[in-house]
Structures are given as structure tokens and as C-alpha cells.
């Protein structure tokens, strides 16, 4: 039977309630509905996702900073809410257009101008998906000499670095960005902290991008970490991957010279396809990957004297192999007998195992088996792990019928497995104990009769 009465109601606190009245009886279901950006709950009750980057050309960012606390020697961070935004041209004399759709807000803007260096190209995306941060990028006074720019007499460049990390870890991206000289020389006096303005007008000199961001691998499989750039002019860029394991020192995998376009290298499993590189992709492939090389790798991607450095953290796995030592048994009452779950060949080493009693009623929550016992990892020659979980079971009339279950999870799967061993247990007749009588009788006799034979043969004889 269906709802004679039905309501719902969603309140502003993103908590929802829906009655329903059947018989005389109303009864209410408390709800959370999601309310974070990018996932709004609209009349009809359809999620809908936020724009597009490409489509909006503008992204909320949060401008990064440290300034010294008066009368001290310490510092602290400085957090402002900015906005990155894409200029377009849309006039015939070249001018640059902002996006019509630009919130009503006074919040200082990051206005990037249009450049060989696309940066939509590498992070198009639902904008309610991207974190952003910018920050200064200090040179100590020095001029970055960039390839293709003019070379001012005197004077520094303003600098920022800008991350655009993807929330779920598809990618990451970040790029320099460089001051408008002009608008440097004539500031804007409406400054909102030192050296942010209103308005900045920017443009990208070089952008590494990374994807995605987070790689698993299994040993002996060939994995590529991807890594792209970009650069302002088609500026020669010299690139160096480098492996920092957990504990230990940075090892140098290869590199390549932008100038003697040469690729160097040192790890004999890594690899980068020289023709790529002229095309911006400096992915590297790694061979016939092993335990030992998990770790961090860093791409790096230096241009004149800037260097951006993404990372892609690599994850070997390897998915366990379960077996038990019996598919099925059949015992009498009080008979025991030794139930083994073998897991073997996993990595890495943190793997979860238990022995469950399965209930006849599936609705009903297994048992989880108490003295069980567990072995230590044994590492085979390929750094995957092998353990074993087992204990005695008792036979009972209690256990007719029941499922003896191996359960396993570990970080290389998305669900547990299980291997279960059904038990039949009959109940121990006359017959069954006259017979284990006449069995133990019979051996009694045979240990009787040997230790006879032993004593009769260890006598010494009469001559």
C-alpha cells in the first residue's frame, strides 16, 4: 500500500524531512541534503554542477602571504580572498574584454592576459572542483632576463606563483605569472594590501602541469607519470624528474638539456620520449615498476632562472590472493580440525583478516572468531608479502550447517574478499565411539608391543 499523505520539506540548514500518513499512523525521515558549492539543490531536485572555467573565465583564489608582527622577529600568514580572471579580446583595436558574468564584488582581481602560455588548456574544469592559491614569488631584486622580453635597465619584476590543484587529485598545475611593467611603473593607488592592487594585469611566463596526481601501480607493470609545460615563446626549458622516497635521500632519475636538446640518463628504468618533449609533454616512464619505487616524484621545468616543480605521488599495490585450505567439511561431534586461510603475494604489508561465523539468517551480523592466529609477513623476492590466518575448530552440532568465512581487505581492493568452508557436523553415534575405541586399542597394543621388542633385543646375551 502506498502513502495516503505525503510532504517534504527542506530547510536552509541543508537538513531535509518527508512525512508520510498510512493508516492513521504518520511517519517522518530526517535527511541531510548536500549544500556545498557545486552541488545545489534546485525545485525539482536535480544536483546540478557549477560552470565550466572556460565558460565563467574567472576562479575564486586565495592570495597567500607573510608579513613580519611589529616589534618582533616573527611572522605570520596573511590570507586574502582574490579572483583569477581570463581576458578575453573582444574589441577589433585588441583591447581586452572581462567576462559579463563577473560577481558583483570588490575583491582584488588577478587579470591574466592573453599568451602563447594557455592556461584554460590545462585546467578546464567545474571551477567548484578547483583550489586555488597564489602567492609572491621573491627575487631578491634580481631581473628575470626572459627570453623574447626586453631587458629594462633598471628594475625587478613582480612575480606570483599560481596552484590550481583539482579537489578529487585528476591534477595540478602551477604557473608563473609576471606584473604588467606599465602598470608597475604608474600603480594602482586603490591597493588593498602591499603590493596586491584592485586590479593586476599579469601574464603567464611558464605553467607545469601534472596528471593525475596520485598513480598505483602493481610490480612488473610499466606506469607513465604525467607531466606537461608550457612556456612563454617557446622558451628552451631544461627538465629533471627525481624520485624523494619516504626516509631517505632524493635519486636522480634523468634530465634533459633544453639547450643540447639531450636526454640524460640515470636510472636505467626511467624513460622520456624526445620528441615529446618539443611538443610539452615531459611524462616519464617508468619500467617494470617495483616496491622500491614508491615514492614522490617531482617534475621539474626550469626556464632562464624559474623553476616550477609539480609532483606525482606513486603508490605500488598489489591485489592479495586468498585461499583456505578446505572448501567444505565433514566432521563428527567434538572432532577437531585446523582451518587455514592463506593470503599470499599482496603489497603493501597493512592487510586486514578475520575468520567470521556466518548466521544461517543473512540479515543476521557474523561472529567474528576469537583465537585465531596469525603469522608474520614473509616478504618474497619481488618485496609482496604473503601471512596466513588460522585456527582450531571444535566441531559442534551448533555448527551444522554454518560457514566458516576468510574475510580480507586490503588498500588495492575496492571490495573484500571472502572464501568460506561450510561445515556439516554429525552427532557422534555408539558405533562411531565403539570404532575410536578399537582404534585407540589397537594402538595402545602396537606401543605395548614395540616397547617389548626394544627391551627384548637390549638384553645382553649369556656368552
Not at 128 to 139: A, E, G, H, Q, W
Not at 191 to 204: C, D, K, N, Y
Request: charged content about 20%.
Amino acid at each position: 500500500m502506498g502513502c495516503v499523505k505525503q510532504a517534504a520539506s527542506i530547510s536552509e540548514t541543508g537538513f531535509g524531512k518527508a512525512c508520510c500518513e498510512l493508516n492513521g499512523f504518520i511517519t517522518c525521515l530526517v535527511y541531510a541534503w548536500p549544500c556545498r558549492s557545486g552541488l545545489l539543490g534546485n525545485p525539482n531536485g536535480i544536483a546540478a554542477a557549477g560552470p565550466s572555467f572556460r565558460r565563467s573565465r574567472h576562479l575564486p583564489c586565495v592570495f597567500e602571504t607573510s608579513k613580519t608582527i611589529p616589534l618582533s622577529k616573527e611572522t605570520e600568514i596573511v590570507r586574502l580572498n582574490v579572483r583569477l580572471l581570463l581576458s578575453r579580446t573582444g574589441s577589433k583595436d585588441g583591447q581586452s574584454s572581462q567576462p559579463e558574468n563577473l560577481p558583483p564584488d570588490n575583491i582584488p582581481l588577478f587579470i591574466v592576459q592573453e599568451s602563447s602560455v594557455d592556461i584554460l588548456q590545462y585546467v578546464d574544469e567545474d571551477i567548484n572542483m578547483l583550489d586555488c592559491r597564489i602567492s609572491p614569488y621573491f627575487t631578491a631584486d634580481t631581473q628575470i632576463i626572459w627570453p623574447g622580453r626586453e631587458i629594462r635597465a633598471s628594475s625587478s619584476d613582480s612575480l606570483f606563483t599560481c596552484t590550481i590543484k583539482h579537489t578529487a587529485g585528476k591534477h595540478a598545475t602551477t604557473a608563473f605569472l609576471m606584473q604588467d611593467q606599465k602598470e608597475k611603473e604608474n600603480p594602482n593607488p586603490g591597493q588593498l594590501f602591499p603590493g596586491i592592487a584592485e586590479r593586476l594585469h599579469v601574464s603567464a611566463l611558464l605553467l607545469v602541469r601534472t596528471a593525475p596526481a596520485r598513480r598505483r601501480a602493481a610490480p612488473g607493470r610499466h606506469v607513465r607519470l604525467g607531466c606537461a609545460f608550457s612556456a612563454e615563446g617557446r622558451a628552451e626549458a631544461s627538465i629533471q624528474w627525481v624520485l624523494r622516497r619516504e626516509g631517505r635521500h632524493t635519486k636522480r632519475l634523468l634530465a634533459y638539456s633544453g639547450s643540447s636538446k639531450q636526454v640524460e640518463r640515470v636510472a636505467r628504468r626511467a624513460e622520456m620520449v624526445l620528441e615529446e618533449i618539443a611538443k610539452g609533454n615531459a611524462s616519464l616512464l617508468l619500467r617494470d615498476a617495483e616496491t622500491r619505487d614508491e615514492g614522490t616524484y617531482s617534475c621539474m621545468v626550469s626556464v632562464a632562472s624559474l623553476t616550477v616543480e609539480q609532483t606525482v605521488q606513486l603508490q605500488i599495490e598489489e591485489k592479495p590472493t586468498v585461499t583456505v585450505n578446505v572448501n567444505s567439511l565433514s566432521l563428527v561431534e567434538g572432532e577437531q580440525y585446523k582451518l587455514v586461510c592463506n593470503i599470499r603475494h599482496y603489497y603493501p604489508h597493512n592487510i586486514q583478516a578475520q575468520w567470521l561465523r556466518e548466521p544461517k539468517d543473512s540479515w543476521k551480523v557474523p561472529d567474528v572468531m576469537k583465537n585465531v592466529l596469525s603469522s608474520s609477513h614473509r616478504q618474497s623476492s619481488n618485496g609482496t608479502y604473503s601471512s596466513s590466518r588460522y585456527f582450531l575448530l571444535t566441531a559442534s552440532l551448533k555448527d551444522n550447517g554454518h560457514k566458516y568465512t576468510c574475510w580480507v581487505d586490503h588498500p588495492s581492493l575496492q571490495t573484500p574478499i571472502r572464501r568460506s568452508v561450510t561445515v556439516e557436523v554429525r552427532e557422534a553415534t555408539s558405533t562411531a565411539w565403539l570404532l575410536l575405541l578399537l582404534g585407540l586399542a589397537a594402538c595402545l597394543a602396537g606401543a605395548l608391543w614395540y616397547h617389548h621388542k626394544v627391551r627384548s633385543t637390549a638384553k645382553p646375551k649369556p656368552y
